[in-house]
């Protein structure tokens, strides 16, 4: 199944990168020439996404300039520039600017590279795994082995037949959280409107045997700090990525 629509996650300050976002959002900081909410708006766009909306906060005027200018996809901008509303509260806004239905949600700091040429995409597979009849979401996920800039936290248990669990120590292979999720917009139908963070959807989903995911083919970069901008960088290099 093609998902059309999608919600990119955007609005963060991110403090971790700071000086570099003194003066600018993390998802326009530039990693092998491109920035970074770009690699995520093209995975969208290859997948078959037509139109996504993009949450702002953080020199939000830079994010409309740069989203305005993106060719890939019909944009619209969910203006959280009154207050921030973490990640549960800021999908939830979102999708008033969304057709009902199955959508990704996708955050704009973590990207992979290495998928390969005249197969499905992550997102794709993504897309083609999720079954509203068993899962409430699936998570796009990763081994930490093919990690670039992640702290170590190991997220989630993935069990042979994907469903996840928190990680401890014999609830199936460790993996991190890499960023995507397919869902179907009626999760949210009571959700509360103010802030709040979208783990407590995980947690439910978990509590409900109804969390899944699969393993993202190629490696993962996330850039939440100077150093690890430096490591990606060396990283897309070594890789042969350019924008």
């Given at each position: 199944m093609t998902i059309r629509n999608a919600m990119v996650l955007a609005a963060g300050l991110g403090t971790r990168l700071r000086p570099i976002t003194d003066r600018m959002p993390k998802p326009l900081v530039q990693v092998g020439g491109k920035a970074m909410i770009d690699y995520a708006l093209d995975s969208l766009a290859d997948a078959g996404?037509?139109?996504?909306?993009?949450?702002?906060?953080?020199?939000?005027?830079?994010?409309?300039?740069?989203?305005?200018?993106?060719?890939?996809?019909?944009?619209?901008?969910?203006?959280?520039?009154?207050?921030?509303?973490?990640?549960?509260?800021?999908?939830?806004?979102?999708?008033?600017?969304?057709?009902?239905?199955?959508?990704f949600v996708m955050n704009a700091d973590l990207f992979w590279i290495g998928e390969k040429a005249g197969k499905k995409t992550n997102l794709q597979r993504l897309a083609e795994f999720f079954d509203p009849k068993r899962m409430d979401m699936a998570l796009l996920c990763v081994p930490i082995e093919n990690t670039t800039g992640h702290n170590g936290k190991k997220d989630f248990g993935l069990a042979a037949d994907g469903r996840l669990v928190r990680f401890s120590e014999g609830s199936g292979e460790a993996v991190v959280y890499a960023g995507a999720i397919v869902l179907d917009t009626s999760l949210f139908n009571d959700a509360p409107q103010d802030a709040f963070n979208l783990n407590v959807y995980f947690d439910r989903a978990i509590a409900a045997g109804r969390l899944y995911g699969i393993s993202l083919e190629g490696h993962w970069l996330t850039v939440g700090t100077p150093d690890a901008l430096v490591e990606a960088e060396s990283v897309l290099q070594r890789a042969g990525v350019s924008a």
């Open positions: 996404v037509t139109r996504a909306v993009v949450n702002v906060h953080h020199f939000a005027d830079q994010m409309e300039t740069h989203l305005a200018a993106y060719p890939g996809l019909n944009i619209a901008v969910s203006d959280e520039r009154d207050a921030l509303m973490n990640s549960g509260g800021g999908l939830v806004k979102g999708l008033k600017l969304i057709e009902p239905g199955r959508i």
